[in-house]
């Protein structure tokens, strides 16, 4: 008898999932696993935490749909809290299991933790399936080149062309047994929820992201049929509003979607509805993404090095005042503010308004880029590794971009995106500061003659 013991990371999903299917098909019971790792949820990188409470609560209220999915199949998701490679090989000795099967991971020290379960695990294999991507690896080997700019590598993709995998439907009907297991163990999730949200009690202006594989079904489902997509060019880069961009990030990061599906989405309104410049550009961006995906695999930890892949370590540096200013939404310039407070009380942000604030980050206030790109990981609900740091070293001019980084002109922005002052109204961006820093070399005391 095969027993499997099926690991939900960042796949919290039933349908689309080639690593759930290959384990309903090979397996005589199963059991369900999600392991939460405190590590993440302590103050260790550059001052912030590697999943906010913003991000965990909607994990939590994800793994909380996705229990009640799988009790529809006589099935149970136990939560433990931990570290995996201690967890997993006790519950795999404990329950005689013989296999373990997970989604790979795309971040570098994700990948180092699922490297540790496996030498933890010894001789029962774990088998991961890449599948957080459009293509997969045998695809992507076909373009027989490095993957160069992302206009060079969209080329290459188009020119191909690579052909997006049709998607794996999910059927209840072929779930193996439940292994039965003892669950009064797992982590409480109404109560860590409800911690998370007591945090989260100043949010004001809530953007309402319903959580789990159901309701960003009924998101994607929606978006196509408003009819927005046929004009998403034209409102992609306005800072708010619901429908102005799809909203789908969120749900691509906890892998309640898989890209392939709102690509298929996406392809369908093509087909009934409307070809466009504007469905082009959603697939476009979604190319984007995907780049970004191979590029963080490529590179490993040098996604996270200040220097990038820049000849030289950028001309900035970490100045607490700053950064806390930043973070805060308490800056000279209003807009950069308003954007701040846009996330902070949100968790969401348009692309153009990542943009501006990131540009504002490293090149006004000269600040060393990966503490801006720490602070967006513990901000952001829609927080994925390898979009978040990419879009970041980009920025900073020393990623991949062939023009050097991205300096964006506030005012200008201002004036393009917010002409009235609406957003910084709304967002409460005015603060009536006048520096970033309250002292300056003008104010340092002068040494006394004597001590010269
Ligand atoms: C500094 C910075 C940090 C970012 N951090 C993240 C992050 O942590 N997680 C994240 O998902 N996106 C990140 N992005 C990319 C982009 O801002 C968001 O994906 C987008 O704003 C999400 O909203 P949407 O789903 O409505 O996007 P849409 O405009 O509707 O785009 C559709 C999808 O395409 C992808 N996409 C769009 N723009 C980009 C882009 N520039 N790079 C990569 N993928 C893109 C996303 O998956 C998005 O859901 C970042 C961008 C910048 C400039």
Same mark, same amino acid.
């Given at each position: 008898m095969k027993k499997t013991l099926y690991w939900f990371t960042q796949d919290l999903r039933l349908d689309d999932n080639l690593a759930l299917d290959f384990a309903a098909h090979n397996s005589d019971a199963l059991t369900f696993v999600y392991v939460i790792n405190p590590k993440y949820r302590t103050q260790t990188n550059h001052h912030c935490k590697l999943l906010g409470d913003r991000q965990a609560a909607f994990i939590a209220d994800s793994l909380m749909t996705l229990d009640s999915q799988l009790t529809a199949c006589g099935h149970k998701l136990l939560v433990l809290e931990g570290e995996p490679n201690h967890l997993l090989p006790e519950l795999v000795a404990k329950y005689q299991i013989n296999q373990v099967i997970c989604a790979e991971p795309v971040g570098f020290y994700e990948r180092a933790i699922l490297q540790q379960t496996r030498r933890a695990l010894?001789?029962?294999?774990?088998?991961? !399936?890449? $599948?957080?991507?459009?293509?997969? $690896?045998? $695809?992507?080997?076909?373009?027989?080149?490095?993957?160069?700019?992302?206009?060079?590598?969209? +080329?290459?993709?188009? +020119?191909?062309?690579? #052909?997006?995998?049709?998607a794996c439907r999910f059927d209840s009907n072929k779930m193996p047994a439940p292994l039965g297991i003892d669950s009064s163990a797992g982590v409480a999730l109404e109560q860590w929820q409800a911690q998370l949200q007591s945090n989260l009690s100043e949010t004001r202006v809530p953007l309402d992201f319903p959580a789990g594989e159901e309701a960003a079904q009924a998101h994607l489902k929606d978006y196509f049929e408003s009819g927005v997509a046929r004009r998403y060019k034209e409102t992609r880069n306005e800072l708010d509003g619901w429908l102005n961009s799809t909203?789908?990030?969120?749900?691509?990061?906890?892998?309640?979607? #898989?890209?392939?599906?709102?690509?298929?989405?996406?392809?369908? !309104?093509?087909?009934?509805?409307?070809?466009?410049?504007?469905? &082009?550009?959603? +697939? !476009?961006? %979604?190319?984007?993404?995907? &780049? !970004? $995906?191979?590029?963080?695999?490529? %590179?490993g930890a040098k996604l996270y090095r200040f220097q990038g892949l820049a000849q030289s370590k950028p001309l900035t540096t970490f100045m607490p005042e700053r950064f806390v200013r930043w973070c805060e939404g308490n800056t000279p310039a209003s807009l950069v503010n308003a954007l701040m407070n846009q996330l902070n009380e949100t968790g969401y942000m348009s692309n153009r308004g990542r943009q501006i604030v990131a540009s504002y980050f490293v090149h006004e206030l000269g600040l060393d880029w990966r503490y801006g790109a720490a602070y967006f990981q513990q901000q952001l609900l829609d927080f994925d590794v390898a979009s978040n740091w990419g879009n970041w070293q980009y920025i900073a001019g020393v990623g991949v971009d062939p023009r050097g980084g991205r300096h964006f002109n506030i005012e200008k922005q201002a004036q393009l995106y917010d002409p009235q002052g609406v957003f910084v109204a709304k967002w409460r961006g005015k603060q009536g500061i006048t520096t970033v820093d309250s002292v300056d070399a003008a104010d340092w005391p002068m040494p006394a003659e004597a001590d010269v």
């Open positions: 010894g001789a029962v294999p774990v088998h991961s !399936f890449w $599948q957080h991507t459009l293509f997969d $690896q045998a $695809q992507i080997q076909t373009l027989n080149s490095d993957l160069g700019s992302f206009t060079q590598f969209r +080329k290459r993709v188009e +020119k191909a062309p690579l #052909s997006v995998v049709t909203k789908m990030s969120p749900y691509l990061a906890l892998g309640n979607l #898989s890209p392939r599906q709102i690509w298929w989405a996406t392809d369908t !309104f093509e087909r009934q509805v409307e070809a466009n410049e504007s469905t &082009y550009w959603i +697939k !476009f961006e %979604l190319l984007w993404r995907e &780049y !970004f $995906q191979w590029l963080s695999l490529k %590179l």
